[in-house]
């Protein structure tokens, strides 16, 4: 069952067959269909043949129109971040979720109770504390429910997760005395690894887990025959896919890979962190491609070099660095002929402006409108209720509804 989203009204709305530079009123979250369609294939390609399955990041984008590109291009299934999240992607076709979270609050451990009420739905969520595990097993047992569980093995100062192997041998003799859970894998996330030797910290983290993961496995500790092995977020896929090959891991393990902002890229930090992927693998080809932007009118030029543009912290992420501006078009006029004003530069953003220096030679008026890039996905994303994915034409094909 589909639940339909009503989207009328809502900024950056517009019809299939609208013209982004005469027919949309702005600002609008906008896919570009040739980017986006490329991201999702070299990133399945990529997982598949180190061995491993893609289970990629939804709360990235929250967009039930990507998950089923995703799914259809092979994933695995999708990862997500909470129950409400679970139950959203649940109501869109989506039958296999990994919750890379534990689960935590009676509504929350009911809201999944109900959803496993279906055969064809298969979910496994995380736990890293006896206490949740005694939790999730008293209530699962009360709805004679069988859950399944991963335990999450972190680093100090890191995230959540178990921080010791000790701790997870322990967690799951825990997890094993509860007749209601069923212990399926074990999971990591290395993206929160840092600092000058964060490559070689990583491949420590990584074999680490499956260090874990075999000692558990001879253990008897699983309740399945190929147990999950998975980490990996957007940064550091490569050498979390080349770890977990390397030592095995498909062999004993199904081993899943994470990624979740590749669907649209960026224009700052994964923009960076795909160049570290391709300088340490130089047997790949072209890698992905930003898909992303947020189109805005300028609003103002109160002074001489200085633009206020119809974007703010409401439209556009802020926290891993400002829009970047990449190309000027001429509100009404097409075909758009975009003129390059990468040289100017967003200095800061409010609720709903953006302050932009103008660069010398750059010829602004009111009412120009102005493609920006984003840094970090995530949090673009979030503050639509609909984005425009576009030909090359710069036409509406799609409108993709989100649902966070």
Known sequence: MTTAINTAGEKGDASIGAHLARDVSLPALVLHREALEHNIRWMQSFVSDSGAELAPHGKTSMTPALFKRQLDAGAWGITLASATQTRAAYAHGVRRVLMANQLVGTPNMALIADLLADPSFDFYCMVDHPDNVAALGAYFASRGVKLNVMIEYGVVGGRCGCRSEQEVIELAKAINAQPALALTGIEGYEGVIHGDHAVSGIREFAASLVRLAVQLQDSGAFAIAK???????????????????????????????????????????YKE????????????????????????????????????????????????????????????????????????????VMDQHAFMTVAPGVTLRVGDIISFGTSHPCLTFDKWRVGLLVDDQLTVVERMETCF
Not at 238 to 252: H, P, T, Y
Not at 329 to 344: F, H, Q, R
Request: hydrophobic fraction near 45%; charged fraction near 20%; glycine fraction near 10%.
């Open 273 to 348: 962190a795909q160049c570290c992927v391709l300088d340490r693998r130089s047997d790949l080809q072209e890698g992905l491609r930003p898909a992303l932007e947020v189109w805005a009118h300028v609003q103002s030029m109160p002074e001489p070099g200085f633009a206020v543009i119809a974007l703010g912290k409401r439209d556009v992420a802020f926290d891993a660095g400002l829009p970047v501006p990449l190309l000027r078009y001429k509100a009404g006029v097409v075909p758009a002929t975009g003129d390059d004003v990468s040289a100017c530069k967003v200095t800061a």
């Open 227 to 269: 147990p999950i092995i998975t980490a990996s977020g957007s940064a550091w896929y490569d050498l979390i896919a080349e770890s977990f090959e390397a030592q095995n891991a498909g062999g004993r393990f199904l081993s899943v890979l994470r990624p979740g902002s590749y669907v649209a890229h960026d224009h700052g930090i």
